[in-house]
């Protein structure tokens, strides 16, 4: 039964978010404060990732402050990409993981609730590895990318927010016979390009893991046309690749290609630092398609869209789950932990596990031979 007293103080704990936001951060704040406080724990909400805690700025949560937020989008703490190890400090990295640390033991801190995807994971392992701080971390992501749990919260929201753009798209392309190339975000894990492709009935799926040849893309689509069906869904993730550039980046050794034509910078969040990447993919590939079948072709970039709004109800669940999880991990001392899900649980995983390693679709994962069951191509091999 669920105690209505208040417990005596058991500690502080600091929260925040870094990295992408995704729906479902207010819902894993919420789940994470309100369990702490049920065993008596205050909690400190950091502004702005780890920038905010340099920075030491920072929000005394309370009940009231956690309460309505379990639908909103976003996160009320606000985030950012900002290392400890490499922040930019009036336009130059700087190491700030020693003020990080003092900031830590200032706010008296027993432990820091980290929210965030892969890059977190190793921040956090770094601050508890190097600072001696404790770390609880909890895997976001809409990537789906993060090692040791089943799946990460934002994930699901952004699912069904491609696949109900899928769906639009379904439409405005059977009545104009075009053929559309949709980009989904992605750009070493394929899994929501995969999930929404499938659950969104995409006649294309291509995805980073599985290099694409265009010729066998072309004949797939010009199939259908001879069957009858005048139009055609592309779901492509961010960071596909064709065969010769797959084979070009296997050469190189792990460095990327050499960029031809229209280029753009990204920075390269992971690795801290710059990096050209050739024009979006999407643009690219209806291009060339449009060319090689003669079928109009037209581009939807889904982007930041697929990152806003609320969480549904799956992913609410879930991070009211993982959020309280943690609540009582820290109730219970247990820190330097990942909250995941294996099977039916949440549970803790080492984080010196779960840090530094990407989860990307294995290439035989039973949703790719489902998408192929359905006669979806994936551009490797003529469906
Ligand atoms: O890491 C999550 C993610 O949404 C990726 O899918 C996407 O490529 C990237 O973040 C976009 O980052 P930003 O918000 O910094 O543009």
């Known amino acids: 039964m669920v105690r209505k007293t208040k417990a005596a103080n058991k500690g502080t704990i600091g929260i925040l978010t870094a990295g992408g936001d995704c729906p479902g951060l207010n819902a894993v704040i919420r789940g994470v404060a309100k369990a702490a406080m049920h065993h008596g724990i ?6 702005d990732g780890f920038r905010g805690l340099v ?37 130059k990295p700087m190491d700030m993981t020693s003020v990080a640390v003092a900031n830590y033991h200032k706010l008296n801190l027993d432990c ?19 600072g001696g701080i404790n770390v609880i971390t909890l895997p976001k992501t809409i990537d789906n990318d993060v090692a040791e749990t089943d799946i990460t919260f934002g994930f699901d929201s952004a699912m069904s927010i491609a696949t109900e753009a899928i769906d639009r798209l379904h439409t405005t392309a059977t009545s104009h016979h075009r053929m559309i190339v949709c980009e989904i975000m992605g750009h070493s894990a394929g899994w929501l390009c ?11 799926i291509l995805i980073p893991e599985l290099p694409y040849d265009i010729k066998i893309v072309a004949n797939s689509l010009q ?8 139009f055609s869904i592309i779901a492509v993730a961010e960071g596909i690749l064709s065969l010769d550039e797959a084979r070009a980046r296997a050469v190189a050794k792990g460095k990327k290609p050499k960029s031809t034509g229209e280029v753009r910078t990204v920075e390269n969040r992971d690795e801290g630092e710059v990096r050209l990447v050739q024009e979006p993919v999407a643009s ?15 581009v939807t970039s889904l982007g930041h869209v697929q990152r806003g709004g609320p969480p549904t109800a ?27 899900v294996k099977g039916t649980e949440c549970v803790p995983i080492p984080l010196v596990k779960a840090a530094g390693t990407k989860r990307i ?9 489902t998408a192929r069951l359905v006669e979806t191509c994936m551009g490797d091999v003529e469906a």
């Open 42 to 47: 205050k909690v400190i909400g950091i502004h």
């Open 55 to 91: 920075e030491n700025r920072y929000t005394i949560v309370d009940n009231p402050l956690v309460s309505g937020i379990l639908a909103q989008g976003g996160t009320f703490l606000g985030s950012s990409r900002d290392k400890p190890h490499k922040m930019p400090m009036g336009g």
């Open 112 to 130: 820091l609730v980290c929210l965030g995807g892969n890059g977190t994971q190793k921040n956090a392992l770094r601050l508890h590895q190097q």
């Open 194 to 204: 995969l999930g929404a492709g499938i659950a969104g009935g995409a006649d294309v």
């Open 223 to 230: 199939r259908r046309q001879r069957s009858g069906k005048r």
């Open 284 to 298: 690219r590939l209806a291009r060339q398609l449009q060319q090689l079948t003669g079928v109009e072709a037209r």
């Open 314 to 340: 799956f992913d609410r669940l879930l991070c009211t789950r993982l959020g309280t999880k943690a609540g009582e991990l820290l109730a219970e001392h247990h820190y330097n932990v990942m909250v995941g």
């Open 361 to 369: 679709v294995p290439l035989d994962h039973p949703w790719i031979r």
